[in-house]
Each structure stands twice: as structure tokens, then as C-alpha cells.
């Protein structure tokens, strides 16, 4: 079953029912922007600001959001996840319920990835290596350079062609 609408501030909500893993919901963010949209002096910005909201929001600073997470269960770079594609970027929270708080909580922490990163200049210079070394390696990749040249094939002549997203 599922259920699908959409709030008063223009949120599209869906919701699908799963029954695995139990005692579990998995929570999405898709913001509608990816590296289409980005112009020629902003390629890599969707992936990058992808990164940064997770260095620290309003309510989360200093890197505090990862460790509430972290508090409810949920891993970094083996449960929580993120990527950027071409039309949006989302952010994938798997959230056990095994505490009744936890949400309200993880709904709270979405609001903080889609609103209020606060975006500081030496998480910028930190992140701004992660993101280099990430890229440089993503391109070494046997099986990612055929990936890149059959999408420039099939996707010629659009803003596809031109804006592969990196990481």
C-alpha cells in the first residue's frame, strides 16, 4: 500500500509500506536539483553541498548531526547514504525504531539537510580534499570510464552529455 501527497509548503510526500528489515522505516530526501543544473562554473556543486550538509547544520554544528544519527543506530558510510545524480540529489536515512523517539528526531535531522547547512568555510577547505580525492579516483575506475562515454553517446547533444555527475 501506498499513500502520496503533498503539504501546504509544497512538500511531496510518499509513502510506501515495507515489512523488512522490521522495526525499521527508511526515510528519503530527494531535492530536485543535480548536475544538469549546474552552469559551467558551478560543475560538482550539487555533490559537493551533497557532502557539506552533513559537516553541520543550525541545530546540528560541528559535525553533532552524524553523531545523533549515530545515537539512534544508524552507521555513517554503512547505513546512512547519499548520492547525486543528474536531476536531484537524495539523502537515504534507514532509521530503527527500536526508540520511540527516534521519528520525530529523523524528521527533525531531514528538515536540517534541507534547510539549514551552515556551510563554514574550513568544513569547505576540509571537504574540498574529500570531494578531489573522490573524483580522481571515481575516474581511474575501469568500469566507470565505458559508463562515461556510453552516456555521452546516448545523451549527445543534450545537457546530459555535458554535465556527468562527479562522485
Known amino acids: 500500500a501506498s499513500i502520496a501527497g503533498k503539504l501546504a509548503n509544497g512538500l511531496q510526500y510518499y509513502i510506501l509500506e515495507r515489512s523488512q528489515p522490521a522495526e525499521s522505516v527508511e526515510l528519503r530526501l530527494v531535492i530536485r536539483a543535480g548536475s544538469v543544473n ?75 539537510l534541507a534547510f539549514n547547512a551552515t556551510l563554514l568555510p574550513a568544513d569547505i577547505d576540509q571537504e574540498r580534499s574529500v570531494i578531489m580525492e573522490e573524483w580522481r579516483t571515481s575516474g581511474l575506475s575501469a568500469a566507470a570510464r565505458p559508463q562515461q562515454h556510453n552516456i555521452k553517446i546516448t545523451t549527445a547533444g543534450s545537457r546530459y552529455a555535458e554535465r556527468l555527475p562527479s562522485g
Open 38 to 112: 549546474e552552469q559551467e562554473n558551478e560543475r560538482g556543486i550539487s555533490h559537493f553541498l551533497e557532502h557539506m550538509v552533513f559537516n553541520g547544520t543550525r541545530l546540528y554544528p560541528e559535525h553533532k548531526l552524524i553523531d545523533a544519527l549515530e545515537n539512534m543506530g544508524v552507521q555513517f558510510g554503512t547505513d546512512l547514504n547519499a548520492y547525486t545524480g543528474f536531476d536531484e540529489t537524495t539523502y537515504i536515512l534507514p532509521i530503527p525504531l527500536n526508540n520511540p523517539d527516534n521519528f520525530a528526531k529523523s524528521m527533525g535531522i531531514l528538515e536540517q
